[in-house]
């Protein structure tokens, strides 16, 4: 399964409604696809609390199976 540009962009603009100050790039495509987001709301929060809440965002994208495997990096700005 290829993720698109639209899906990219899609995840996108999720992750900047709900962190208006982030910053996404995408690494590889299909099964590799690796997003990076970085943001300063990330301040004070645990790597792994970082990375619940970017998930937790995409989280209807994984139940409907529009998007099935993602690696993600969090950095704090």
Sequence with gaps: MLVSHKMKELI????LENIPDANCY????SCNLKLIVSSAEFKGMSLLDQHKKVMKLLENKFESGELHALS??????
């Excluded at 996108?12 to 992750?15: S, V």
């Excluded at 995408?26 to 495509?29: A, C, P, R, Y």
């Design 72 to 77: 993600l990096e969090t950095k704090l700005i």
């Design 12 to 15: 996108n603009n999720i992750i």
């Design 26 to 29: 995408f690494e590889g495509d």
